[in-house]
C-alpha cells in the first residue's frame, strides 16, 4: 500500500533560520507529491507539489524536490518566519488509483520563536 | 463568496445519538472527500465521492454514512456516534480529484 512518513515534531527554531522536515514515501505506481500546511484552527492549504521526478516545487520560499532514488521528498526553507508557525503534512496521490485519493503522513509542528 | 463551508464548527453529543455533519462547497467540484484528523495519524479519508450518487468508502469508513444528491453538498452522518469517533472532521472538495484539494475549517466533534 501508500504510506508517508514524516519527521516527528515539534520543530523549534528561531527566526530566520533554516528549516527541513523531512519526508519520505512509499507508494505503487508513479505519485505525485503534496505538502499541505495547517495553521491553527483553519483546514488544510496546498503549499507546494511535484508530479514527477526529480521537479521541483515552490511556494511563499518554501521548495521540496522530488526524488525518486531515496522516495523523499522533503521540504525546505531558507529563513523562517514567526508566521510560519503552522503544521506542515506531506501527502502523495498515485495517479488512477481510487478517487486519486490522498495519503497523508502525520504532520510536522513547526513553531518558530521571535 | 465562493469557498467550502463545514458547519457546526464545534459539537458536542452523547454515546449513541446521531449526529450529521455539513459541507457545502460552491465551485462545482466533481469530488469531495471526508477526513478525520487526530493526533499522531494525520488525516485519515473516511468517504469520497466523485460525483453526485456515486460515494465510496475511504480508509476508515466504519460507523459512518454518507449521501450525495446534489454536487454541492456532502453530509456526514454517525448513525450511533461512539467515543471513539471523537475527532476533528474536514471536508475537501477537488475538481478532478486527488489534486489540489480544498479543505474546509474543519468541525470539532467531542462524544461523551
Known amino acids: 500500500g501508500n504510506s508517508v512518513t514524516q519527521m516527528e515534531g515539534p520543530v523549534t527554531l528561531s527566526e530566520e533560520a533554516f528549516l527541513t522536515i523531512n519526508c519520505t514515501y512509499t507508494?505503487?505506481?508513479?505519485?505525485?507529491l503534496f505538502w499541505y500546511v495547517q495553521y491553527p484552527g483553519e483546514g488544510l492549504q496546498l503549499l507546494l507539489k511535484?508530479?514527477?521526478?526529480?521537479d521541483k516545487g515552490s511556494n511563499k520560499g518554501f521548495e521540496a524536490t522530488y526524488r525518486k532514488e531515496t522516495t523523499s521528498f522533503h521540504l525546505e526553507k531558507g529563513s523562517v518566519q514567526v508566521s510560519d508557525s503552522a503544521v506542515y503534512f506531506c501527502?502523495?496521490?498515485?495517479?488512477?488509483?481510487?478517487?486519486?485519493?490522498?495519503?497523508f503522513g502525520g504532520g510536522t509542528r513547526l513553531m518558530v520563536k521571535p | 463568496d465562493a469557498g467550502i463551508t463545514q458547519s457546526p464548527r464545534y459539537k458536542i453529543t452523547e454515546t449513541g445519538r446521531q449526529v450529521t455533519l455539513m459541507c457545502h462547497q460552491t465551485?462545482?467540484?466533481?469530488?469531495m472527500f471526508w477526513y478525520r484528523q487526530d493526533l499522531g495519524h494525520g488525516l485519515r479519508l473516511i468517504y469520497y465521492?466523485?460525483?453526485?450518487?456515486?460515494?465510496d468508502k475511504g480508509e476508515v469508513p466504519d460507523g459512518y454514512v454518507v449521501s450525495r444528491s446534489k454536487t454541492e453538498n456532502f453530509p456526514l452522518t454517525l448513525e450511533s456516534a461512539t467515543r471513539s469517533q471523537t475527532s476533528v472532521y474536514f471536508c475537501?472538495?477537488?475538481?478532478?480529484?486527488?489534486?489540489?484539494?480544498?479543505f474546509g475549517d474543519g468541525t470539532r466533534l467531542s462524544i461523551l
Open positions: 465551485w462545482s467540484h466533481s469530488y
Open positions: 511535484a508530479t514527477k521526478a526529480d
Open positions: 475537501a472538495s477537488s475538481e478532478t480529484g486527488g489534486e489540489p484539494q480544498h
Open positions: 507508494a505503487t505506481g508513479y505519485p505525485s
Open positions: 501527502a502523495l496521490s498515485v495517479p488512477g488509483s481510487a478517487g486519486n485519493m490522498l495519503t
Open positions: 465521492s466523485a460525483a453526485a450518487d456515486i460515494t
